[in-house]
């Protein structure tokens, strides 16, 4: 019985053909693996993982009957190959989808991590090659942080079939994790690094001997002595070659397998022709040898490279460094689906989430009494881990990972990282606590109501994604130049080799490498992206998050800013001051509580906070009426809360109920009405005050001195409103407008050949905010969901908007600089390389150069 079958025998010989990684490390790329592996069945064995990305990957290669892969590879490492036939279908798992794919604008959207992206070219060709698929309806590559969004139709195609054609191109994408697309960009870094080492070990030895050839030339050298040198310096080459220099290679081929062209095409010739003339003239003694400037081209190269690729990634840190999600260790004490549904369905009413969470601790004593020991470590799970329904424990100091609800007594966090607010904010028991806050007091065990990647600061993250993956007219108008240059280049280069042919045959070759090397147009590529990304997080640091791509142009360019008034230039705080009534007061405002059940304007928060604990009538046929109030039915009787014309439509106000904000000291009111015998009866008159910002005034002046004209259209119907457009120096006001009077005014600004700014609530402003140039939401955390503008202002402070405008417009004037720069340095050596007074390892400094002046250039925005 103790007999191995035929097929575990099978088994058993492949496993010792295998080449298996150091314990600890992943099965499939080598890398270190975390606390928590991935696993892929192999072999008929499960392998270890350490991310999402090589469990698909290796479960790809396995479903494809591609498994011979992991027998005939001679290396593990995160750079090799993977097999050419491998399909993605693993990725089309509901499971799988689920982890790194969401909804959005009626379909679905990815975050993907891509290697290898060097140059704009790299990006369009992603770009153009995943648009020709039947269903892709929006895909953008972000150069700087290597990544990428795409939105496809689920109906017409597929995640797998997105990833593999991104793969036929010779890119490799996988699922986007901060984590791993950090140890991603730092393993990339540390590759090139040893191929800079390489280069330029190789390019001294190939000078140190090529010096003996050059003053061998004026003193005198044996044959034999300058061929053996030649021999050695081709030795010391080879690895250069064809070690650092073939990233340069693998781009060029991969673009000129789908016919086109980016900055390596260039590149790779000039390098391929020197080195194979330098090898042709050593194997036949003839001719001259350039070994010392092909290892100095290739060190020159990527040692420019490696510089702006760090220039790059540190330019892309901030949006790292605002979406905080480390690979940290929770300590989990308990699950329950039905609590997390409970406080999840009762959002808003703390005093019922508070007595589910009482019930909940008496049905789970057990738990209770064990809590001292919740931090052991037997406990411990991945924050990335965290599902809903989970009951956790945020220690002191520790980022709360997603949104739920606070379950301890008390907390004390801080919304800094959502809100740009320093203070801290004391939660009690069935409060909301918001993922990307910090817990700064004592430990507190919360449940969790929401996936990770859907809470606040996940959204975040895909907000300012969104905005540095889209790329603005200027970019791709950049773009658009780089790709005609380089085309343009390889024709030049034609035309200098042939002319020199016909001149001097020895220079043809060097004058013709100086050409494509020199004008290779690096710099043009690199000039808007990089100072655009700069610019969004410089942007993000001052609490304005650019949510779409075109912001940064459209600001430079307002000539008008309008505002919405209620929770834009006032805090949309209001407090319930005073009420008039002719029937009982708590009863009136029982009524209006009743009525605004549900709505998120100020006023019925605050009518709603004064209500706090009275029981409320039910509501039927309830209806919102635009700009104008609710109305409902209660008990059989009709009641309206709102402005004055839509409360009573017609007839005079009782004296008692005529407005008088003055004697309240309030600066705004409404009113409460039934429908009796026909007609509308004002029963009772609310007064609230609503205050103004406190930097509202000083924003004002600052746009004024910047040329922009202020208008402030406002819903409010009261005539009061234009009190506030005058303390703050606004030069024009409209109040009573309903959305489409917002959105006339913005499109008669425009006939005009205004650009228009509008700054709004994000919500109830919707229409007004998609009518105009560029938009900005004044929203807080939990409205990011919602938010359809093209900005986002977290923490409240309108002066940010003063600052983003001329950030833009400086930002405006480095891009111009870098392009002037860039067309005049490839024009200007353009000619001397063309005459030959520039040899090929010049040219490669020169163009390095060009492109690290354009990064520096751009990197003055973050002063």
């Not at 409902?632 to 009641?639: S, T």
Request: charged share 20%; proline share 3%.
């Amino acid at each position: 019985m103790n007999a191995v079958s035929d097929v575990d025998k099978s088994v058993d010989e492949i496993a010792h053909s295998l080449i298996l990684p150091p314990e600890g490390a992943c099965f499939h790329c080598g890398e270190v693996l975390p606390k928590e592996p991935f696993f892929a069945v192999i072999f008929e064995k499960p392998r270890p993982m350490c991310c999402l990305g090589c469990q698909l990957a290796a479960q790809s290669i396995v479903e494809s009957g591609l498994s011979q892969y992991y027998l005939d590879r001679r290396e593990i490492s995160p750079t090799a190959s993977l097999p050419d036939a491998m399909n993605f279908d693993a990725y089309n798992h509901d499971d799988i989808k689920a982890q790194f794919v969401y909804a959005e604008d009626g379909g679905n959207t990815a975050e993907l991590s891509v290697l290898n992206l060097r140059c704009s070219a790299c990006t369009w060709l992603i770009e153009t090659r995943l648009r020709a698929i039947d269903g892709v309806r929006m895909c953008q590559v972000n150069l700087t942080q290597q990544r990428m969004r795409v939105n496809w139709d689920e109906s017409r195609c597929d995640i797998g079939q997105i990833l593999q054609a991104v793969h036929s191109v010779g890119y490799e994408a996988k699922p986007y994790r901060q984590d791993t697309h950090e140890a991603m960009l730092k393993r990339q870094n540390k590759q090139m690094l040893i191929r800079l080492a390489i280069a330029a070990l190789g390019a001294m030895q190939a000078m140190m001997f090529s010096i003996g050839m050059y003053f061998g030339e004026h003193t005198g050298i044996l044959i034999e002595h300058r061929d053996f040198l030649r021999y050695v310096a081709l030795f010391v080459t080879i690895p250069v070659i064809f070690y650092a220099g073939i990233p340069f290679f693998l781009s060029a081929y991969n673009t000129l397998k789908v016919r086109q062209v980016n900055m390596d095409v260039p590149v790779s010739i000039a390098l391929i022709t020197t080195f194979s003339a330098s090898v042709y003239a050593t194997l036949t003694g003839t001719g001259e040898a350039y070994f010392d400037s092909v290892s100095m081209f290739i060190f020159f190269l990527l040692a420019g490279r490696y510089i702006e690729q760090n220039a790059r990634l540190k330019a892309s840190n901030m949006a790292s460094d605002l979406v905080v999600i480390e690979p940290i260790l929770l300590s989990k004490i308990a699950h329950d689906d039905d609590l997390a549904v409970q406080l999840m369905n009762n959002a808003g009413c703390q005093d019922d989430n508070r007595d589910i969470i009482k019930n909940w601790w008496q049905s789970h004593l057990d738990i209770h009494t064990d809590l001292p020991n919740a931090h052991a470590d037997k406990d411990k799970i991945l924050a990335q881990s965290v599902v809903v329904g989970d009951i956790i424990r945020i220690d002191a100091g520790s980022h709360i990972v997603s949104d739920g609800v606070l379950l301890s007594d008390t907390a004390t966090v801080s919304q800094s990282l959502l809100t740009g607010e320093s203070d801290l904010i004391v939660k009690t028991c069935g409060d909301q606590v918001v993922g990307g806050s910090q817990n700064d007091s004592q430990p507190f065990f919360m449940v969790v109501t929401t996936k990770v990647d859907d809470s606040q600061i996940a959204l975040i993250d895909r907000l300012m994604n969104r905005a540095m993956s889209e790329k603005p007219k200027i970019a791709q108008d950049a773009d658009k130049m780089a790709r005609w240059f380089v085309a343009r280049v390889l024709i030049l280069a034609c035309l200098v080799f042939a002319v020199w042919w016909f001149i001097d045959k020895n220079e043809a070759l060097w004058a013709t490498v100086a050409v494509l090397v020199a004008t290779c147009p690096c710099a043009l590529s690199l000039a808007t992206p990089i100072a655009l990304t700069v610019a969004t997080n410089r942007l993000a640091k001052n609490d304005f998050l650019a949510t779409r791509g075109h912001v940064i142009q459209t600001l430079s360019e307002v000539c008008c800013a309008c505002f919405d008034k209620t929770g834009t230039l006032t805090l949309g705080q209001a407090n319930l001051l005073d009420t008039v009534s002719v029937i009982n007061k708590t009863q009136a405002l029982k009524v209006a509580a009743a009525l605004e059940v549900g709505s998120k304007h100020p006023v019925a928060r605050a009518i709603l906070t004064a209500a706090h604990g009275l029981h409320l009538p039910e509501v039927k046929d309830s209806v919102h009426h635009v700009a104008g109030g609710v109305e409902g039915e209660i008990e059989g009787v009709l009641y309206r809360i709102g402005h004055e014309k839509f409360v009573r439509p017609k007839g005079e106000l009782p004296i008692n109920l005529a407005e008088n904000l003055a004697k309240h000291q309030a600066n705004m009111s409404v009113l409460l009405s039934c429908h009796v015998a026909g007609e509308w009866q004002v029963l009772a008159r609310f007064y609230f005050n609503d205050a103004i910002r406190a930097d509202a005034k000083a924003m004002i002046d600052e746009l004024k001195r910047q040329g922009i004209m202020t208008i402030m259209l406002t819903g409010d119907p009261n005539p009061n409103a234009l009190k506030v457009a005058k303390s703050l120096g606004i030069e024009r006001a409209y109040f009573g407008l309903t959305p489409a009077d917002k959105v006339d005014h913005i499109k008669d600004l425009q006939a005009k050949d205004a650009t228009v700014l509008m700054v709004g609530d994000g919500i109830n402003d919707a229409p007004v905010l998609a009518a105009a140039n560029v938009s900005t939401a004044m929203a807080g955390a939990a409205d990011l969901a919602q938010v359809s503008s093209d900005s986002v202002l977290l923490g409240g402070r309108l002066l940010s908007i003063s600052k983003a405008i001329d950030l833009a417009i400086r930002t405006q004037k480095i891009i111009r600089q870098n392009l002037r720069w860039a067309i005049i340095y490839n024009a200007t050596v353009l000619i001397p390389a063309a005459f030959g007074y520039v040899p090929p390892w010049l040219a490669a400094i020169g163009m390095s150069l060009s492109s690290l002046l354009v990064v520096a250039n751009a990197m003055r925005l973050k002063r």
